[in-house]
T-cell receptor, first 115, second 109 residues
Framework: ETGVTQTPRHLVMGMTNKKSLKCEQH?????MYWYKQSAKKPLELMFV???????ENNSVPSRFSPECPNSSHLFLHLHTLQPEDSALYLC??????????????FGPGTRLTVL | GQNIDQPTEMTATEGAIVQINCTYQ??????LFWYQQHAGEAPTFLSY??LDGLEEKGRFSSFLSRSKGYSYLLLKELQMKDSASYLC??????????WGAGTKLIIKP
């Protein structure tokens, strides 16, 4: 399944580094999402973009900065992260934002470790 | 607050049947999803229920009771490849997806 791809798959960074996560969807969808997945915790929705506009920001610290240059690409820029930010970061897309039955398609995630 | 409860981990035997329960307390209800996530991989869609009753899809079935705030995922004829985490998620009145922490299912030969 290559509908939603994410790079890199693994990332180790220090607290002073700046890095970016990339997500690309090849499904022609109009909505894209960033989630944080920590062990034994529910998925945490971070950001939602619909038609390239940010429609949701769930009180995410400013050290996480999203960017959506077009409907196929989504970035998450990282800077001055903390060790507790270590997690699996998942990107997802769906046809539209407001359809309740709309299935989200997930990428494989980026496993982030902050030292 | 909104809450989704699932067992953390379950163990079952190859060829057997297992039922994974999900209970929810949410502000409104607009449907319930089940996703499967193999270790190190993306969650993938299994089922969506919005009306009470059982939906069958091959070896997997999903049940919903809105009055009880309860759903289960039933897996029959278990195979080793069914070892994965199973995520329950509810669409609330604001059309937000509220996720459970997932149930890790271990299949033994």
């Amino acid at each position: 399944e290559t509908g939603v791809t994410q790079t890199p798959r693994h990332l180790v960074m220090g607290m002073t580094n700046k890095k970016s996560l990339k997500c690309e969807q090849h499904l022609g969808h109009n909505a894209m999402y960033w989630y944080k997945q920590s062990a034994k915790k529910p998925l945490e929705l971070m950001f939602v973009y619909s038609l390239e506009e940010r429609v949701e920001n769930n009180s995410v610290p400013s050290r996480f900065s999203p960017e959506c240059p077009n409907s196929s690409h989504l970035f998450l820029h990282l800077h001055t992260l903390q060790p507790e930010d270590s997690a699996l970061y998942l990107c997802a897309s769906s046809q539209a934002r407001d359809i309740t039955t709309d299935t989200q398609y997930f990428g494989p995630g980026t496993r982030l470790t902050v030292l | 607050g909104q809450n989704i409860d699932q067992p953390t981990e379950m163990t079952a035997t190859e060829g057997a049947i297992v039922q994974i329960n999900c209970t929810y307390q949410t502000s409104g209800f607009n449907g319930l999803f089940w996703y499967q996530q193999h270790a190190g991989e993306a969650p993938t869609f299994l089922s969506y229920n919005v009306l009470d009753g059982l939906e069958e899809k091959g070896r997997f079935s999903s049940f919903l009771s809105r009055s009880k705030g309860y759903s289960y995922l039933l897996l029959k004829e278990l195979q080793m490849k069914d070892s994965a985490s199973y995520l329950c998620a509810v669409v609330d009145s604001n059309y937000q997806l509220i996720w459970g922490a997932g149930t890790k299912l271990i299949i033994k030969p």
